[in-house]
């Protein structure tokens, strides 16, 4: 039997979270905000999205804005959250949406827009045109997995705890309130079934828990061991004329990272650059001091990077061909209408500290 839909309510009308994209108790959201929202959710916390999503609304209050702004004024202003392909179908979904008119309210329709997939696409028919439809994120998986103690491990157990979850908002309270619920399901994992010492004590749903009844809710979900990142190496330079600018380049349109701005460097290998020839390949003829390293994880490797710093009087024609230039007072401005990726704020950050 599932669990009670109008115990997880009463719960969730008492604790629930207050964050700004939501809309009070009972009532549905602005469709913009929510999407933009669960966009900047995408493998980002609550603590680390709440602030930039702050500012985004600033600088965007409404889809329209959003659609006429300039491509790189966008990803400026999500620089900071990474998996920057976000930003991209942000952007390009916003027109899209701008051109129909509107979000449509159906999940096989929202799925076709840019950067929407089944997940988000459930989240905001749910949360946003009370569609009655359990959105399955990391913290349904979880819920579920307890709830029916599933021992199959993640991700091999996706497919199976989609369909159970399909289960638990099948009672009339949770389809009369499905924006409620979703969000209900989303706070129960975030505040109550969380990943490491789940407080079952004050679940709601404990009494209809399998893995609770069986002790096993503390290892639930299982997962497969991880697969160790591989390393990659890269080497970048900081170079700064006489009048304060530094030589940027833009990343290519496709690929990781794509269309953001970096300072000139190596392409990233699977093994160390040699210093010899390090230098040889350097953007400039100048006098080069070793800044320090820099590391960084993407998802599915670690970077390390060399730093390299230097002066030169002006740069020449053929050297700003390569890129362009700006002024370094600029670059790390919270005002920056460039998008820097983490990665390069860090070897900015490294070598600036060198000039002071």
């Given at each position: 039997?599932?669990?009670?839909?109008?115990?997880?309510?009463?719960?969730?009308?008492?604790?629930?979270?207050?964050?700004?994209?939501?809309?009070?108790?009972?009532?549905t959201a602005d469709?913009?905000?929510?999407?933009?929202?669960?966009?900047?959710?995408?493998?980002?916390?609550?603590?680390?999205?709440?602030?930039?999503?702050?500012?985004?609304?600033?600088?965007?209050?409404?889809?329209?804005?959003?659609?006429?702004?300039?491509?790189?004024?966008?990803?400026?202003?999500?620089?900071?959250?990474?998996?920057?392909?976000?930003?991209?179908?942000?952007?390009?979904?916003?027109?899209?949406?701008?051109?129909?008119?509107?979000?449509?309210?159906?999940?096989?329709?929202?799925?076709?827009?840019?950067?929407?997939?089944?997940?988000?696409?459930?989240a905001i028919a749910?949360?946003?045109?009370?569609?009655?439809?359990?959105?399955?994120?990391g913290n349904v998986?979880?819920?579920?997995?307890?709830?029916?103690?599933?021992?199959?491990?993640?991700?091999?157990?996706?497919?199976?705890?989609?369909?159970?979850?399909?289960?638990?908002?099948?009672?009339?309270?949770?389809?009369?309130?499905?924006?409620?619920?979703?969000?209900?399901?989303?706070?129960?994992?975030?505040?109550?079934?969380?990943?490491?010492?789940?407080?079952?004590?004050?679940?709601?749903?404990?009494?209809?828990?399998?893995?609770?009844?069986?002790?096993?809710?503390?290892?639930?979900?299982?997962?497969?061991?991880?697969?160790?990142?591989?390393?990659?190496?890269?080497?970048?330079?900081?170079?700064?004329?006489?009048?304060?600018?530094?030589?940027?380049?833009?990343?290519?349109?496709?690929?990781?990272?794509?269309?953001?701005?970096?300072?000139?460097?190596?392409?990233?290998?699977?093994?160390?650059?040699?210093?010899?020839?390090?230098?040889?390949?350097?953007?400039?003829?100048?006098?080069?001091?070793?800044?320090?390293?820099?590391?960084?994880?993407?998802?599915?490797?670690?970077?390390?990077?060399?730093?390299?710093?230097?002066?030169?009087?002006?740069?020449?024609?053929?050297?700003?061909?390569?890129?362009?230039?700006?002024?370094?007072?600029?670059?790390?401005?919270?005002?920056?209408?460039?998008?820097?990726?983490?990665?390069?704020?860090?070897?900015?950050?490294?070598?600036?500290?060198?000039?002071?």
């Amino acid at each position: 039997m599932p669990p009670s839909a109008r115990a997880l309510l009463r719960w969730y009308d008492q604790h629930h979270r207050n964050l700004p994209w939501r809309a009070p108790i009972g009532q549905t959201a602005d469709p913009y905000h929510v999407w933009l929202s669960e966009i900047m959710l995408q493998q980002t916390t609550v603590k680390t999205v709440v602030p930039y999503y702050y500012h985004f609304l600033e600088r965007f209050p409404t889809l329209t804005t959003l659609a006429h702004a300039d491509k790189d004024l966008v990803l400026a202003t999500w620089a900071g959250l990474g998996y920057y392909s976000r930003a991209r179908n942000l952007h390009t979904c916003a027109q899209v949406v701008a051109q129909r008119g509107g979000f449509p309210h159906d999940i096989p329709n929202l799925k076709t827009l840019p950067g929407i997939g089944p997940y988000t696409a459930a989240a905001i028919a749910a949360i946003a045109f009370s569609v009655p439809v359990v959105p399955v994120d990391g913290n349904v998986e979880r819920i579920t997995a307890r709830i029916f103690n599933i021992n199959t491990p993640l991700p091999n157990a996706r497919p199976l705890l989609a369909k159970l979850a399909t289960t638990l908002n099948t009672d009339h309270e949770a389809q009369t309130r499905p924006h409620d619920f979703a969000q209900a399901l989303f706070d129960l994992g975030a505040l109550i079934c969380s990943p490491r010492n789940p407080a079952c004590g004050l679940c709601p749903w404990q009494q209809n828990c399998a893995a609770y009844a069986a002790g096993t809710a503390a290892i639930l979900p299982k997962k497969l061991p991880k697969i160790v990142r591989p390393q990659r190496y890269g080497v970048h330079f900081l170079v700064i004329d006489k009048a304060g600018s530094v030589l940027l380049r833009r990343r290519p349109e496709n690929g990781l990272l794509a269309s953001m701005i970096e300072l000139p460097g190596t392409e990233w290998h699977s093994t160390p650059w040699n210093e010899n020839e390090i230098l040889k390949i350097s953007p400039v003829q100048t006098k080069w001091q070793r800044a320090g390293i820099v590391h960084h994880v993407f998802t599915h490797f670690s970077l390390e990077l060399v730093v390299y710093v230097g002066r030169v009087t002006r740069f020449s024609n053929q050297e700003v061909a390569k890129g362009f230039l700006l002024p370094f007072s600029q670059i790390l401005s919270q005002k920056r209408e460039v998008a820097i990726p983490s990665v390069m704020k860090k070897c900015l950050t490294l070598g600036l500290k060198t000039f002071t």
